[in-house]
């Protein structure tokens, strides 16, 4: 086949407009950065930027709301940590009031100073995190969870809502917790029965704590009362399925069965006629510790010198009073535990998404960025192709007739 001059020509110009529209990419490539500039470039590796571009920015979004996530959780975990620190000291007052020797006086000065200790614990309730939202409100974090009534108690104000963080594709963690589910609730595990003496009781007759013996006996989570007929007999009743027992002679310090055997408790003391004692599951007792230190508080403010069932009365309330305590501490417990659970889930996510976005950026920027030292290479070949077919056409341009009739 025979190729015309202009053919020729043709040909030769078109390879190098294409040698020197590839220099011209590479050089681009060189100076950007960027070997992925438009879809053309590389339809393929364009689609699979715009996927790990897509993942880029939702692992960004996740690790957002992840450090949101453990901030609020430090916040809440720092201030359980207070409000177990406060518990511990009103435990410790409740305690020292139960000590004999103390007079009216003494015990109206521990009442005060847990005045003062259930003042800072409803500071801790209406505490805040560093960005002035209530951190036990639910859903209403704009507004203090607990406020005391016209009456003197504490009331809580807040909702039921625990706010989430989404901080996976799959895993929503819960960021808080209600002030109804810290101050007002217990923990079903480790919790104990709480015994109480009747106000009104005459005689010196005090209730002591409940044993467990059978923890799988479902007649525990009955409620029971333990009423004198005289100072020698009494009767335990079943308040939930209301069924009374028949008479018992007592004697202080024995052991009193409740229920099918699995509980008992000791009362001491000389109970009077129509004195009353009763046990309840924890569930089914008063769980407000505002409410519980209050009764504790006025306890204590009432005069016992000089009377004896007045003083079996106070051994009666502060022994409930520490009852209730406990078993407030236990739940405050079991919610920072949880807390710290979610602490170290978010902490073990952020780790995965970071790696995950390292890894995300580094596939990106192999498809995007440019490899010098390969386009260098191409770019110097491409270069002495370009100037080698110049030189050559050049050189080609002069070999015509007419050059050979002028030598």
């Known amino acids: 086949m025979r190729i015309s001059t202009s053919q020729y020509f043709g040909m030769n110009v ?13 050089y681009q490539q060189l100076s950007s950065g960027v070997s992925l500039a438009t879809p053309s470039d590389n339809p393929v ?23 949101t996530a453990l901030s609020a959780l430090q916040s809440e975990d720092g201030s359980l940590s207070s409000i ?12 020292r009031a139960g000590d004999g020797s103390l ?3 003494d015990r109206n000065a521990i009442a005060t100073q847990l005045q003062g200790l259930r003042n800072q614990l409803m500071g801790l309730a209406n505490g805040t995190d560093g960005s002035g939202n209530y951190l036990y409100a639910g859903y209403q974090a704009s507004t203090p969870p607990f406020s005391v009534n016209s009456s003197g108690a504490v009331q809580y104000d807040g ?11 799959t895993r929503s963690i819960a960021i808080g917790d209600t002030g109804r589910s810290v101050f007002l609730s217990i923990s079903p595990a480790g919790s104990t029965p709480v015994k109480t003496g009747n106000a009104a009781n005459t005689g010196t007759g005090t209730i002591g704590n409940v044993s467990v013996s059978n923890p799988a006996d479902p007649t525990n989570q009955d409620k029971y009362s333990i009423n004198f007929t005289s100072a020698t007999t009494y009767t335990v009743t079943n308040l939930t399925t209301a069924t009374t027992g ?7 310090g024995q052991a009193i069965t409740l229920g099918g055997g699995g509980q008992n408790v000791t ?5 009077n006629a129509g004195d009353a004692f009763s046990v309840t599951p924890a569930a089914q007792s008063s769980t407000d510790v505002f409410a ?13 010198t000089g009377s004896t069932a007045a003083a079996a009365n106070l051994t009666n309330a502060l022994g409930t009073a520490m009852t209730q305590l406990h078993n407030t501490m236990n739940n405050v417990t079991s919610v920072q535990t949880s807390v710290g659970g979610r602490e170290q889930e978010v902490e073990a996510l952020q780790t995965v998404t970071q790696t995950n976005s390292l890894q995300t950026t580094s596939n990106l920027a192999d498809l995007t960025q440019t490899d010098l030292t390969s386009v260098i290479s191409k770019y110097t070949m491409t270069q002495f192709s370009l100037q080698a077919a110049q030189q050559g056409f050049s050189m080609i341009q002069k070999l015509s007739l007419f050059d050979y009739i002028g030598n």
């Open 14 to 26: 078109q390879t190098m407009d294409d040698q020197q529209s590839t220099l011209a990419s590479l």
């Open 45 to 67: 590796g364009a689609a699979q930027a715009v996927q790990l571009s897509m993942q880029g920015a939702t692992l960004s979004q996740y690790s957002s709301n992840q450090s």
């Open 84 to 95: 177990n620190t406060v518990l511990t000291a009103i435990n410790t007052q409740l305690v």
């Open 103 to 105: 007079n009216d006086g």
């Open 159 to 169: 909702d039921n809502g625990v706010q989430n963080v989404q901080v996976t594709a």
């Open 246 to 252: 028949a008479p018992q002679t007592y004697t202080a």
């Open 267 to 271: 009362i001491t003391g000389a109970p």
């Open 292 to 304: 519980n230190l209050d009764k504790a508080i006025a306890a204590l403010q009432q005069p016992v």
